[in-house]
């Protein structure tokens, strides 16, 4: 195991690094033995923001309800002072399908930077918890999101987000989310969305596994920010009474997965981000080398030093980093959905 020398946490402030370790600790008491959540220890901790009144940073901030019975809703990030058409990025946060939330202080800054450095409208989706409810609940709240998105029949949307630009996009189980959600999307009827049409997909340490314990798992199984008893936890709360972790919902192209993606023609290009002390590593690569068989376009980018969620430290000295790539990224569709 990797002594306190070698951890990516000694490049953080020491300060950080305490309310880190303090945070992480607390949370994991949340997870009980029998399978429930103390919703209340982790609401506790779970430190949110609120919208703004005015504008800030350049941005126009709002909350729009989806369905108030699911406590389907998003938070919007709209660039305030640019009339010309803008991409959309529909977001989806980390948290192990079992906490967090769209609102969470980390999700709202980071939504916050993804907007303004693209010069995009940002969607940050809000879903249902595990294990009070199960798979596939979050990725029907992600398919409804996008297809409410796609009516534009509220208010508060802006009239230059241009949806025919879109790009799907999460974090952990959000990537996993958002994977799935591509897929069905990609599935579709040409007029199943009359706006929306999917150009790039971003997995940002997309929260995927399988039975088999893979080399990475075994050497980080307590690595920072995530061991791998919480993963196997997480797996068991979320996947449907029975099953296990070679379930197609978390082992994509294992062998359970039904999906022949080579057929699917509007799964969008793909890139995936990787951190080399993420104990779900092994499993991302597989997802990227997958989609690769598959004939899909995609792509990967590796950080040294990256744990599992360091983006949501933004102290961290890769946090800029992902920003820079994912910014190319979302140019580099943008410039082949425009021909150039």
Sequence with gaps: MFGRKNSPLRLLPWKTRIAFTVYSTIRGSAFRNDGTIN???LNFINITAKVPSEPIDGLKISDITVDPKRNLWFRLYTPANITTLLPVVVYFHGG??????????????????????????VVSVNYRYSPEFKYPSQYEDG???LKFIDKKQFKG??????????????????????????????????????????????????????????????KL??????????????????LPQGS?????ASNVFGPNCSEDISKLKKFPPTLVVVGKWDLLQDWQRRYYEGLKRFGKEAYIVEFPNAFHGFYSLTEFPETPLLFKEVKKFVQNQLAKASGK
């Design 157 to 218: 949307f802006p009239d230059n987000a241009d949806l025919s630009r879109c790009f799907i996009a999460g974090d952990s189980a959000g990537g996993n989310l958002s994977h799935h959600l591509a897929v069905r999307v990609a599935k579709t009827d040409d007029d199943e969305f009359k706006q929306v049409k999917v150009i790039g997909l971003i997995g940002i340490q997309p929260w995927f596994g399988g039975q088999e314990r893979t080399e990475s798992e075994i």
């Design 244 to 248: 296990n972790r070679d379930h197609f």
């Design 143 to 145: 398919f409804d999101a």
């Design 221 to 238: 199984e307590n690595g920072p920010a995530l061991s791998l008893d919480r993963t196997d936890w997480l797996w068991k709360a979320f």
């Design 96 to 121: 192990g399908f079992a906490y967090m939330s769209a609102d969470s202080k980390p999700f709202d800054t980071l939504c916050r930077r993804l907007s303004r450095e693209n010069s995009a409208v």
């Design 39 to 41: 919703r209340r220890l």
